[in-house]
């Protein structure tokens, strides 16, 4: 190994037999494996030694050493792995070059994912990672900076890790790599915490550090690793013998959306000299103080001497701190500690807001309230509802979930309260304060330790729009009710804000002392789940403005609502991020509720418009309201998620935008009056603001380019058809699928597992692959292959003219391909041509056009003609080409129905021809 920075040729090693690169100076060198993207080993060029370690010797596979990416084989702690064991998945086909800038050598490797010919899973997932792996001239470290690229803007949850397997000082001379010992003297320095091999047996330490180091005390030799990521584990099962000590800093991810890059920085130092000099250059965090004896008693007398709105807020804290301290949850202390600084924190802040418990509904919202119909209300059937004793009641999000008698009675509350207010029923008044009182002691004694934290987010809505209502009866809340209320709420309203969308904010219990890992809460902008919880959030933060955090919330739920129209909508009003339609209303039920607070904040809510694009909330309504099935209530959709339209929001949006069209959805979906309150249970309620007369107009066709939808509509049939770009989520990843229905009855459903169906279970086959692939949609597949989930389609053609629509659509829904679907729809009549074209057909021997039944079809002895009764339609289909049609076998478990198949033999191309003719049966 020569002095200097210059590379050697890449040759093989002796030791190894494997190609290897390597990069060089007076304090270290560097061998690289420039086809796994893995360091092999570092070595000390003072002492020879090998400073690291594998633990299986095949190299390349995710079980061995060095220094490498490691995808993890888990998503879920209890999900079956995603990979198998010694699978090369990302961790073969690396391209390397290697550049001299000045005295720094720069080696860059890029992993340039083939989707069309890697396994099933690195088709689902398609990250491109690239690493740089830098050497100075003059300095005894290396810079590792990784760059992750998020080809699908869908990042699995924490799947990645940089792990380092470090065993300096006892290992083979002369880049031997993975030849290193572990010895008795082995220590792990991090921060002011110092671990030997007995600290390790069978466990791990989970730390937020900015810097870990390890050290061989007989040698005296060292290697320290930094990261911009101070979030990371130290694992030294194996220290007592032939292993190594792990230290893997965490990559960002969740289980949503995240940005589609994601830069990571890491030095690995080399040194010798013990730990003192170990400890001499590792950067010491700093540690968070535990609370002292009496901290409760002494923040209360202190803060005794405040006067005004400032009082109940400050003493619903100082109950909260009390609520945990009489806990054992691990982390109570530094818990207790948090909720002294916010005392403090609401105490100076409070003292120059206004705080009011009514402030939540606009002006006049009251007075016509009264004006309503009183016998919209069961009153009897609500008193035997609420007026019963009640068993323990559990928060949501609490480790015990809560039981189906508490659940009911908080869907309900709000509209329970609205009938308390409008008949002046004390007694039912009452009772509803008793239970939400009951709630807030609950998120007190048992806190919520899960990570569900919409279910949270919903139940502090509701408790504060039931308690704004309750205001405005002859009700009275003593002071230490209120404090209970407060402080509940609050700890409910934390505890959202600390797990938001799965980023957690961690407190992790060290030898000495506490470490917080402060997450990436900011990185998830276009989630769905956060408008659940910034809806909680703002409502919170609107019911209490003198809370130290509410500002805080109150300006993240800006942002998040700001980022939704600015990045997130297509020109049409599509959430561009999850092509899901259902998802889609789930995010306009409670970003209509975000706006709607903001608006009534003082901030631009409802009103807002983006800069960028130009899109409004009220956009998305209208993108929804376009694909109203001919069943009222339904919405025509693909990908996982609820179907039924939200209607007491187009109804709400109507008012606000004086919306004829969103006024005729939701009068179709059922909407009858202002009165209508009952729908959708607490979630919403009307704005007071007269419905627009319904523009009456002809349903039309329409083909929306961006968001990759087109309706044909013609007699008595609506096709939809999915032909857009791939998204990520509860989008399936098939692309040119139809949904076919006549007159009120959806006929051939996008998908065989009726997920979709309205009522039905919102992740029944969610995690069956079969399910939510071309083959069991109606779609064209080849072989047992799934499609290309990076090929987005694109609209080629589009006419609608009179009584005939035609349109056509492509994508390279396999490699090398191009499937064109061509529709034509005249009456009810229905022709759908596909065309598979490129030289990828030769790498398949079968064809397959499918098309899902919920009933069975009847195929003739030619196998040319098939008819299928469904209620009071029929349905003939006959085959306009040399293919015949057979039943196809269902899928997985999660298919129900029958799917009618036609098969060609694969070739340099194939076309599909089918005619569809629909009638009323007899």
């Keep these: ?45 003072a002492s020879g030694h090998s400073q690291l370690v594998y633990l299986y010797p095949r ?127 082995t220590h792990v320095l991090a921060g002011e915490h110092r671990f030997g091999p007995e600290s390790f047996e069978g466990k791990y330490r989970l730390l937020e550090v900015p810097a870990v180091g390890v050290v061989d005390a007989e040698t005296g030799e060292w290697v320290m690793v930094e ?21 893997a800093p965490s990559l960002p991810g969740s289980i949503g959306h995240t940005p589609p890059l994601h830069h990571v920085h890491f030095r690995v130092t080399l040194g010798q000299g013990g730990e003192t000099a170990l400890a001499k250059v590792l950067p010491i965090p700093t540690p968070v103080p535990a609370v002292k004896s009496g901290g409760i008693r002494s923040a209360r007398k202190r803060l005794a001497g405040g006067r005004g709105p400032a009082n109940p807020l400050a003493e619903a804290c100082l109950e909260a701190a009390r609520g945990i301290e009489q806990t054992d949850h691990a982390g109570s202390e530094i818990r207790v500690q948090r909720w002294l600084d916010r005392a403090r924190a609401t105490w ?24 309503l119909d009183r016998s919209l209300w069961d009153l009897a059937a609500l008193r035997r509802a609420y007026l019963q004793p009640w068993g323990p009641v559990r928060p949501a999000g ?88 407060h402080a509940g709420l609050l700890s409910l309203g934390e505890w959202v804000w600390q797990f938001m969308h799965g980023w957690q904010v961690e407190e992790h219990q060290t030898e000495g002392g506490w470490t917080v890992n402060r997450g990436q809460k900011g990185y998830c902008h276009l989630a769905n789940w956060k408008t659940m919880e910034c809806y909680g959030l703002s409502s919170v933060a609107k019911l209490l403005p003198g809370y130290a955090n ?19 909508l297509t020109r049409e009003g599509f959430f561009e991020h999850e092509s899901s339609v259902g998802y889609h209303g789930w995010a306009l039920r409670f970003l209509y509720w975000m706006g709607w607070i903001l608006e009534h904040s003082g901030r631009k809510g409802l009103s807002y418009v983006s800069p960028e694009t130009g899109q409004s909330i009220a956009s998305m309504a209208r993108f929804t309201a376009r694909l109203q099935s001919p069943r009222p209530r339904v919405v025509l959709g693909f990908g996982n998620g609820a179907r039924e339209l939200p209607a007491p929001q187009m109804a709400n949006l109507a008012k606000f935008f004086h919306d004829r069209a969103l006024a005729a ?121 799934a499609q290309n989930p990076l090929g987005g389609g694109r609209w080629v053609s589009w006419k609608a003219s009179g009584g005939r629509v035609r349109g056509k659509f492509s994508a390279p829904t396999y490699a090398h391909l191009r499937h064109e679907r061509a529709i034509a729809a005249r009456g009810n009549e229905i022709t759908i041509t596909d065309r598979l074209v490129g030289r990828g057909c030769k790498g398949f021997q079968e064809a397959t056009w499918r098309m899902n039944f919920l009933d069975r079809p009847r195929i003739d002895r030619s196998g040319g003609k098939a008819i299928v009764r469904t209620g009071e339609w029929t349905v003939q289909a006959e085959c306009l080409g040399r293919h015949r049609f057979h039943l196809a076998r269902p899928p997985s478990r999660h298919v129900k129905g029958f799917q009618l198949c036609a098969s060609l033999p694969s070739r340099s191309g194939v076309t599909f021809r089918v005619r569809l003719n629909v009638q009323r049966t007899g």
């Design 665 to 785: 959805a939701a009068i179709r979906a059922g909407w009858r009056s202002d009165a209508d309150m009952r729908e959708w249970g607490f979630v919403t309620e009307p704005l007071p603001l007269p419905m627009p007369r319904p523009k009456a107009m002809p349903p039309r066709s329409f083909c929306l380019r961006d968001s990759g939808l087109a309706v044909f509509r013609t007699g008595d049939l609506r096709l939809a058809v999915n032909f857009g770009v791939y998204k990520s989520g509860h989008c399936h990843r098939v692309k040119l699928e139809t949904e076919l229905w006549a007159g009120d009855t959806c006929l051939s459903p996008e998908t065989c597992p009726y997920e979709n169906e309205p009522g039905a279970s919102l992740y029944q086959g969610f995690l069956d692959p079969w399910g939510r692939s071309a083959f069991a949609k109606n779609a064209v597949t080849l072989d047992q292959e």
């Design 59 to 185: 190299v390349g596979t995710e079980g061995a050493g060095g220094i490498r990416l490691v995808r993890r084989p888990f998503l879920y702690e209890q999900a079956s792995p995603q990979a198998r064991e010694g699978e090369n998945v990302f961790f073969t086909g690396w391209k390397h070059r290697v550049v001299r800038a000045g005295r720094t050598l720069r080696m860059l490797l890029d992993r340039p994912i083939d989707v069309h010919t890697g396994t099933e899973y690195e088709r689902q997932v398609a990250i491109e990672p690239q690493v740089e792996i830098c050497v100075s001239r003059d300095q005894p470290w290396v810079d590792i900076r990784l760059q992750l690229t998020n080809l699908e803007r869908d990042w699995p949850l924490q799947p990645f890790e940089m792990c380092f397997y470090l065993l300096p000082g006892q290992g083979g001379r002369h880049g031997a790599a993975g030849t290193s010992r572990a010895t008795i003297g």
């Design 1 to 45: 190994m020569k002095d200097g920075t210059v590379p050697l040729s890449v040759t093989r090693s002796k030791i190894l037999e494997l190609p290897v690169q390597v990069l060089a100076n007076r304090h270290l060198g560097v061998i690289v494996h420039p086809q796994t993207g893995q360091i092999l080993d570092l070595v000390n060029r």
């Design 398 to 485: 609490s480790s015990d979930p809560l039981s189906q008698e508490a659940r009911s009675a908080l869907s309900g509350i709000v509209w329970a309260a609205w009938a308390a207010f409008r008949t002046g029923d004390l007694d039912l008044a009452q009772a509803l304060k008793s239970l939400l009182l009951r709630f807030s002691e609950a998120a007190l004694r048992l806190g919520c330790t899960d990570t569900v934290s919409i279910s949270a987010a919903q139940t502090a809505a509701a408790m504060v729009r039931a308690c704004d209502i309750l205001s405005h009866t002859r009700l009275r809340w003593e002071e230490e009710e209120t404090v209970t209320f």
């Design 227 to 247: 990261s911009d990521r101070p979030a990371t584990f130290v694992n030294g099962r194996t220290m007592g013998g032939p292993g190594a000590v792990i230290v």
């Design 348 to 371: 100076q802040r409070a003292k120059a807001v206004e705080s009011s418990i009514d402030a939540f509904y606009p002006p006049g919202t009251v007075e016509k309230m009264m004006a």
């Design 550 to 568: 509410s500002p805080l919330w109150m300006d993240y739920t800006e942002t998040i609502y700001r980022a939704w129209f600015d990045r997130g």
